[in-house]
């Protein structure tokens, strides 16, 4: 299930293959809000864009121009209090949001990632698509149901797909 909590693991992972200073707490949080940011449009849902469109869920905020741009940010702004070199931070947050949209490419519901967004707005999945798409509920990620993988989208379930 491509969940936050699945994004958060998965950078998690990358930063400590990649070795960075494990007493580095900044470093790994800032790997992880990169792993779970392009879900951020899910709050869109609740404001009425449309989940096709643009700035909808799986739009521009899950494509690799978005990932470039975010991990670039992220990656100078904790260079400056680290040791680190920027394009080491850069690398590793790259990967980290990256996966986000690798991970939601191989899931089984919703739309598909606008991975070359803003060029093209066609939504992909991957052929091989393992992963049970999680509901972008708050109840169903925090709630008592939280560990039952649901198979909500769109149409499913009027709430987004992650
Ligand atoms: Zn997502």
């Keep these: 299930m491509a969940s936050p909590l699945t994004h958060a693991v998965v950078a998690v992972t ?3 293959v990649h070795d960075l200073q494990p ?14 940011a392009p879900d ?10 449309p989940y096709e469109s643009f700035w909808g869920h799986r739009g521009f905020t899950h494509s690799m121009a978005f990932a470039v741009l975010l991990s670039w940010i992220c990656a100078n702004w904790i260079s400056h209090s680290s040791a680190i070199s920027r394009l080491r931070l850069w ?9 986000h949209d690798v991970l939601d490419a191989m899931t089984d519901g919703g739309l598909g ?7 093209d707005q066609t939504r992909y999945f991957f052929p091989f698509r393992p992963i049970q798409v999680s509901s972008m509920s708050l ?5 008592p149901t939280a560990s039952a993988c649901s198979q909500t989208n769109v149409s499913g379930s009027g709430s987004p797909a992650a």
């Design 113 to 119: 990632v606008a991975l070359f967004s803003p060029l």
């Design 91 to 99: 690398s590793v947050y790259l990967m980290a949001v990256l996966s």
């Design 40 to 49: 951020l449009d899910a709050l869109g849902y609740w404001l009425g864009v």
């Design 139 to 143: 109840s169903d990620v925090v709630g």
């Design 23 to 36: 007493r580095a707490s900044r470093t790994w949080l800032v790997a992880i809000a990169c792993a779970i």
């Design 14 to 16: 990358i930063v400590a």
